[in-house]
């Protein structure tokens, strides 16, 4: 496809499961983002992956969460042990290169509901 | 640590009226500047960037963005405003390889 796409669309699930958030990012980028949405907030960045690097896993609030990629392909995000402060939408973007001159390309998000 | 702020939760703009999103900003070295716009039930989408060169920078839908060094500023801005331009706008910087987002701000356009 043209564009960054993430699945599901829509999760919800019971506190203390786990879930996993896919994303596919446009072909040929090497820089993928996680990032986290609450309810009227902003931006909250997660993790990082670019090329075969090691990731910034800076922004990971705790953890039970988790994320993969191989190489520049798809990437999962992991929360472990959902809690209802999961809850969210949850948003990928990849961007062509590793400079931030580049353009980042977001995906739809994924809406977790954590009941 | 590199951030921006945007002081403003919500702006109310009549349709037609020029509008104008703040963006204030909080770096160490040059700094790349962003504007992404959020749509209801849909990604974010890239208006326009700033790097280096004309401190007016043009992007996506007719928006602009004046670099301003002296007050560290990175305001949005659209001479007439569209119903349709109702969104929430979020201002960006780069960190290292990050982007770093404002918690936004949601316009909204009177008809």
């Known amino acids: 496809g043209a564009g960054v796409s993430q699945s599901p669309s829509n999760k919800v699930t019971e506190k203390g499961k786990d879930v996993e958030l896919r994303c596919d990012p446009i072909?040929?980028?090497?820089?993928l983002y996680w990032y986290r949405q609450r309810l009227g907030q902003g931006l909250e960045f997660l993790i990082y992956f670019q090329g075969n690097s090691a990731p910034d896993k800076s922004g990971l609030p705790s953890d039970r969460f988790s994320a993969e990629r191989t190489g520049e392909s798809v990437s999962t995000l992991t929360i472990q042990r959902t809690q209802q402060e999961d809850s969210a939408v949850y948003l990928c973007?990849?961007?062509?290169?590793?400079?931030?001159?580049?353009?980042?390309?977001f995906g739809p998000g994924t809406r977790l509901t954590v009941l | 640590a590199q951030s921006v702020a945007q002081p403003e939760d919500q702006v109310n703009v009549a349709e037609g009226n020029p509008l104008t999103v703040k963006c204030t900003y909080s770096v160490s070295g040059n700094p790349y500047l962003f504007w992404y716009v959020q749509y209801p039930n849909r990604g974010l989408q890239f208006l326009l960037k700033y790097i280096t060169g004309d401190n007016l920078v043009k992007g996506s839908y007719g928006f602009e963005a004046e670099f301003n060094k002296s007050q560290t500023s990175f305001h949005l801005k659209k001479p007439s405003a569209l119903v349709s331009d109702s969104a929430l706008y979020f201002c960006?910087?780069?960190?290292?390889?990050?982007?770093?987002f404002g918690k936004g701000t949601r316009l909204h356009i009177l008809p």
């Open positions: 960006a910087v780069r960190d290292d390889d990050k982007i770093i």
């Open positions: 973007a990849s961007r062509k290169t590793r400079s931030s001159t580049d353009t980042q390309y």
């Open positions: 072909s040929g980028h090497t820089a």
